[in-house]
């Protein structure tokens, strides 16, 4: 029996294991912490945005440091609506949480390690070596998963330097007046100085496809029509965030074999937009708070941690299965362009995941913006089995 060598390994650097790290860097400083991350920084290359409303007060003033862009304000375009929201809107970027991470944590950080496989209390490595812990934690996003259903939200970003200033204000949450291309489509804009910005092309799609050369185009094109004249691209990401539409919870953990999992991996994400870091914030607290550190106690809070999010978010999923499987792929923008006609505080409620008995009958009255019989399929269609039974196109 090897002595374990480390108290806790982190495998992965992502958003999710990177706040681990540091809440227990600042609440039990004493710990032989390890993080292990395959590529040569942290993070890799991301922008973490959320609203205001997200967060406890007391969760923006730790995340304060992280944070890279903070705005009093956003706006949203549709065909038949533009609105502008009083609610903030912030960005943490990656090369900042590399930076704070790689400061916080000196050689408890490795970089370039490539990890062959896990298990709840050992981490192989590609290079043979084996590294022991009192427990370990998988946060090396999402996995393959025969029980869950699911859409997908794929994009590609820019971060753009423009010829002349751009104008804008506030950030461009969502501009769905652009042609639709067989899915629902927006446009993210992120202004960061008078003459940069960030230009991000967003699918929401049956398949789990990015093709980078189509969405730069779209950059492009968009540019185009904005007025804007692209001089110099700084850096781009791309990605492809998962959309829950149904799923067995416990055979999902069962397959996990008490092996203790965060982030993507352990499914924590909102159900229909994809943002992770208010989940990813609140399990970073959960697991500070622990005394006790073993893999068995870490796997029971996070599956315990993770049952509360399934339950609570059952409705998002069922208006995910209105948005993806009810009505014509190329008309998903008038459920978002309804949506976004109903109150500020249940908009901002919607993406804290916290709405009330009222906001779930509000979102639903009146006439869907799809056809009613296939809005009640979608609603019945609550497992895995009962869509793959379907003629529906979507992946399980």
Known sequence: ???????????????????????????????????????????????????????????????G????????????????RERLLSGGYASIFSRDFARVLEEALGDRLWVNTRV???????????????????????GRGPTDSAHLTLGYQAFLGREVRLGKPHGLQEPILMDAS???????RFVYVLPFSHDTLLIEDTHYVDRPEVDASRLRSHIDAYAQDRGWQIVDTLREES?????????DFDAFWQDAQGQPRSGLRAGLFHPTTGYSLPQAMALAERIAELGNLDAESLFQTIHAFAAREWQRQSYFRLLNRMLFLAGRPERRWQVMQRFYGLSEPLIER?????????????????????????????VRLNSPQKIASTSFGIRT
């Open 1 to 63: 029996m090897n002595a374990p060598g480390h108290d806790l390994i982190l495998v992965g650097g992502g958003l999710a294991n990177g706040l681990i790290a540091l809440r227990l860097i600042q609440a039990k400083p004493w710990l032989r912490l390890l993080v292990l991350e395959s590529e040569r920084r942290p993070g890799g290359e991301h922008t973490w945005s959320f609203h205001d409303g997200d967060l406890s007060e007391a969760q923006h003033a730790w995340l």
């Open 65 to 80: 440091p992280l944070i890279g862009q903070r705005w009093p304000q956003h706006r949203v375009i549709f065909p038949h």
């Open 239 to 247: 990605g492809v965030l998962p959309i829950t539409l149904a799923g």
């Open 350 to 378: 919607f993406y804290a995941g916290r709405l009330t008995g009222a906001d779930k009958v509000r979102i639903l009255m009146g006439k869907p913006p799809v056809p009613l019989g296939e809005a009640l399929k979608a």
């Open 116 to 138: 062959a496989r896990v298990s709840p209390d050992r981490v192989e490595l590609e290079d043979g070596r084996v590294l022991y812990a009192n427990a370990v934690i998988d």
């Open 178 to 184: 652009v042609p639709q291309q067989g899915g629902y």
